[in-house]
């Protein structure tokens, strides 16, 4: 058995054990993974907190443009520098976080594998500031090059990483792929051939061989773009190269021991089938899958009131009915119609009238006041506005917003009944297809994180998320 994993039974998904992955000091990464809108960034800070105060020395890598991370560790802005949590931590424990800078990151690879006149010509070159800036795929590389970065340095014994949040969650392993492919590819091996080739000979393949072809490119990309990209890449040549050996050794990084994937799903369709298939490219890739982390969950503390009942019983209400009664639907108005029917003198007991009668009396107990005569003055003490008749019974339309008000309690409840059943058929999908795969709840909270304290419910709620189907 897996460490972090607990076992429940044949018939539900096991137990993802969150405490137990995060004392194990052989996990040295956590990659909070899945597509965008379900909660990776507030997972990924509430499991360094929870980290740092169970011992561990952890630093929190986010990619998140809304900067609530930042915000909510108490820290007024993060960057590309890793920096230190106040107040969290026990037991030698600490928390750092940062927030990738991807141009910067960029940057730093340049300034550390170019000598500095041919740094300088490559930031200041307009196709490198593009690329840099907001290239395909550029995001989800410097993510794992600075992964690499924080690996190397050894100062941290666990690193959680926060996915960017792109469309789809499988952009993350496949895009800095893609980008070190382009970077090393043909595309970019042709536009170098002119550089690497000199003389006479360099220069007649150049206007032969590549005339028809620059001409091309030229009207596709323009003639100052196209010189800018050759440019940049006579610029760039002896560093091509690394790109993909690095883009691969941290692929390999994310392969080894020590390494925990941690899926992070709404209970939605959408959110639920990218988990699944990353779910299917992590075992294809052999990477270390965790387990689910199914969050934003309703629940509801009234669960044995169906969503039909209480549907049934907002209509009773509405139409003016009383709900259980054994006559049918007996309205107010009706019951009220057979009091003023009724002769004068002690109504008979067990009919509706002396119900009524004796909930009035019952509530003049509780809410009336006696004068020096003993009389009984029916008007609520809190209330200086209650309208009374001359027999101090209060006005009907009292009780019928007390009606309308619990129809909409009890339609409100049904609702939230229609969603909890919902989220279980989708989440009961997934398991079904996917049985082995841990599952941790967390139950959603009423409001956003936005604090330290936030954060520490999330990670209890982490740690004690109960497993699909228990």
Known sequence: MSEGVDTVGLDTPPRLAVDRLLDDRETRIIVCCGSGGVGKTTTAAALGVRAAGRGRKAVVLTIDPARRLA?????????????????????????????????????????????????????????????????????EYMAMEKLGQLRARDDWDLIIVDTPPSRSALDFLDAPKRLGSFLDGKFIRVLMAPAKVGGRAGMKFLNVGMSMMTGTLSKLMGASLLKDVQTFVAAMDTMFGGFRTRADATFRLLQAPGTAFLVVAAPEPDALREAAYFVERLAAERMPLAGLVLNRVHESGADQLSAERALAAAENLEEGGIVDQESGKAGLRDAAAEAAEAPAGTPETGSPSAARDTAEVDTHDVHGTHDADGSHDARDPYDENAETDENGAHAADGAITVDVITAGLLRLHAERMQVIARERRTRDRFTSLHPEVAVTEVAALPGDVHDLAGLRAIGERLAAGVPAGA
């Open 71 to 139: 915000q909510s560790m108490g820290i007024d802005s993060l960057d590309n520098t890793p920096r230190k949590v106040d107040s969290v931590g026990a037991d030698g424990g600490e928390l750092h976080a940062m927030m990738l800078d991807m141009k910067r990151t960029f940057d730093e690879i340049v300034e550390a594998h170019a000598d500095g006149e041919r740094a300088r010509a490559i930031l200041a070159n307009p196709f490198y500031q593009s690329l840099s800036a907001g290239f395909a795929g550029t995001q």
